[in-house]
């Protein structure tokens, strides 16, 4: 559908802010504060994301602030005192950053999020030069569509794949999610119209009223069980 948000580089945040390797830790702190973000991806002289610092990397300068030299070096090998005494991006940075290609699907955004743990993704070219970066909330925007573009998506989708098995199924949907109701020709292909509505960006779930079988709730744990 024209304006469905289907990738990531239909969601992503554009123009973002970055730092280069060689900004200073004020620098960082007044481009996050100017930006409103939590996050800034590090690029090198060319352009490519090589690390991300985030406030969590700024925050052991604060808290080693009043710590004694003795203590310091006791903790010389870790993390936080490592950051706590960097000056630069590069110093302070996660590298290797964790990023996404802008062809990439939602879900495999959200899956690569999910993964690393992380809050955001830069969004790569396929030279890796930075042209946006996607977020949690950004990834929930699919589910901003109205139910009449769904509705109007999963009969398209309908008709493409299966047209007369599934001729006689009617398509409701209320607040995300897809009611199929009446007969189908062939109840095998259940299972496999769950999976493809459910697939369709900005459905919640799917439910099935289908004539000759028992009102069913097609989850994740049924959609392959036989009907």
Do not use: C
Request: avoid cysteine; hydrophobic fraction near 45%; charged fraction near 25%.
């Amino acid at each position: 559908m024209p304006n469905t948000p289907h990738g990531v580089s239909d969601v992503m945040t554009q123009p973002v802010a970055a730092v280069d390797r060689e900004a200073g830790f004020k620098t960082i702190v007044e481009t996050m504060q100017r930006w409103r973000v939590s996050a800034l991806p590090v690029l090198s002289a060319e352009r490519r994301v090589v690390g991300v610092v985030s406030e969590a990397d700024l925050l052991p300068k604060e808290g080693f602030r009043e710590a004694d030299a003795d203590r310091l070096e006791r903790l010389r090998l870790s993390d936080d005192v490592r950051r706590a005494e960097a000056l630069t991006a590069g110093e302070l940075m996660t590298s290797p950053a964790v990023t996404v290609h802008g062809d990439a699907a939602l879900a495999q955004a959200a899956r690569t999020m999910a993964t690393a743990s992380v809050k955001r993704l830069p969004v790569v070219d396929g030279n890796g030069l930075l042209v946006g970066i996607v977020s949690r909330a950004d990834l929930l925007k699919v589910f901003l569509r109205s139910d009449e573009d769904l509705a109007e998506e999963v009969r398209r989708v309908l008709v493409t794949f299966f047209a007369a098995p599934t001729k006689g199924l009617h398509v409701e949907v209320g607040d995300g999610v897809v009611t199929l109701s009446g007969r189908m020709r062939d109840r095998s292909l259940v299972p496999v119209v769950a999976r493809l509505v459910r697939g369709i960006e900005g459905v919640v779930d799917v439910e099935y009223d289908v004539t000759g079988v028992a009102p069913v709730r097609v989850g994740p744990s049924t959609e392959g069980s036989s009907l």
